[in-house]
């Protein structure tokens, strides 16, 4: 797999999760990588993005709770995620692209398998 999530999991409101998603360097140095979600019953969610250089894009939805890094030297991308609250339960795949432009059209060329986060109240 060129991405692969991992550090989803169960954790009430007001916690905090860190996720994690490992590329293959040949991704990792090249394309633009974020994070996705998606809720049951709701349309997929851009939630944050991040380029090569460190240029940050986040949804207002989770401004200022959620912070996007990455590792280059780990070809590793994380999501910092705190203050959760129970509308964040989602599936989070992380995604990259060469472009931009294809995340936030949400056709990205590559897709993670997707970690489950369920916020309880």
């Known amino acids: 797999a060129q991405l692969v999530e991992s550090g989803g999991g169960l954790v009430q409101a007001g916690g905090s999760l860190r996720l994690s998603c490992a590329a293959s360097?040949?991704?990792?140095?090249?394309?633009?990588m974020g994070w996705f979600r998606q809720a049951p019953g709701k349309q997929r969610e851009l939630v944050a993005t991040?380029?090569?250089?460190?240029?940050?894009n986040y949804a207002d939805s989770v401004k200022g709770r959620f912070a996007i890094s990455r590792d280059n030297a780990k070809n590793t991308m994380y999501l910092q995620m705190n203050s959760l609250k129970p509308e964040d339960t989602a599936v989070y795949y992380c995604?990259?692209?060469?472009?931009?432009?294809?995340?936030?059209?949400?056709?990205?060329?590559?897709w993670g398998q997707g970690t489950q986060v369920t916020v309880s109240s």
């Open positions: 995604a990259a692209d060469p472009k931009i432009t294809k995340l936030t059209a949400q056709s990205p060329e590559y």
């Open positions: 360097r040949t991704i990792f140095n090249a394309f633009v």
């Open positions: 991040i380029t090569f250089g460190g240029t940050i």
